[in-house]
């Protein structure tokens, strides 16, 4: 597996990096700081500091930019086949996309806070942009667990759901793993909606949903027992983004990974309503696949 690696010098770059060593077998890693210049002369240098000092303060970042970079190779390289570092100036989204599209990663990781002078740009702006445009799969990492153990795996048939299953069952994880797949059948309204007239027809459409969630969910089940998971499944009611977070949050689950939709960069709009709340709203890391 090839793997992009965003960082900075923030707390949730650390984080990120530290994910590394949960991969189920060493990936080949680039790791990517991105420097912009701008950002941070708006955030930090007012109208009372000389403009001769610009300079000054554009080598210092260039310098703690060089140093977070070669910390992370020192720190990664026993856990990887091998390292490549790049620095980069400019937006910082456009940067790890732009080297996505050029070095194609299987996943990209990315903190969900940090790459950004502005505390308010964030999961609204970098990790959120990257998540939306990316070429790839992409993890964004909200916490640094010890040891990571409990993954909820959303499903819902579709082929960007398979793409998921397909993700995780490549063992890109370490053992042991709990994984608990989920998907979410409709709210009554929408069940009714479809059969406002027929009481009966309403009964039996609700029962082949069901149905159909459960044989969907044996199915995942099947294929992720062959690697090693501890897998369990639960066949969910409700909003589906909602549903997905309540599950995680039972589970105590370190990370949600669901798949994208497969829209263009210009058709798409933050990902998709599903996976748009539940990147923003969750409390764990979430893994977009693609």
Known sequence: ????????????????????????????????????????????????????????YRQEVSEVAERVLHEMKAELEPHCLHVRLIADTGDAAESIIQTAEESRPDLIIVGQRGMTASPSFLLGGVS????TYAPCSVLVVKENPIVLERMVLAVDGS?????????????????????????????????????????????ALKELVKVKGEELLRTVATELSRRPYRVQTELLQGDPAFAILDAAMRQEAQMIILGARGLTAIKRFLLGS??????????CSVLIVR
């Open 1 to 56: 597996m090839r793997i992009l690696l965003a960082v900075d010098a923030s707390p949730d770059s650390q984080s990120a990096a530290r994910m590394i060593r949960h991969c189920g077998q060493p990936p080949a890693l680039d790791v990517l700081n991105v420097v912009d210049v701008d950002a941070l002369r708006h955030a930090y240098i007012s109208p009372q500091v000389p403009a001769s000092y610009l300079d000054t």
């Open 128 to 131: 959120q942009k990257v998540a």
């Open 159 to 203: 082929e960007e759901s398979h793409k998921a299953v397909a993700f995780l069952g490549q063992t890109p994880f370490k053992p042991p793993l709990h994984v608990r797949v989920v998907t979410v059948w409709p709210q009554g309204r929408l069940i009714e909606s479809a059969h406002p007239a027929k009481r009966s027809g309403r009964s």
């Open 274 to 283: 599903v996976c748009h709340k539940v990147l923003v709203h969750a409390r």
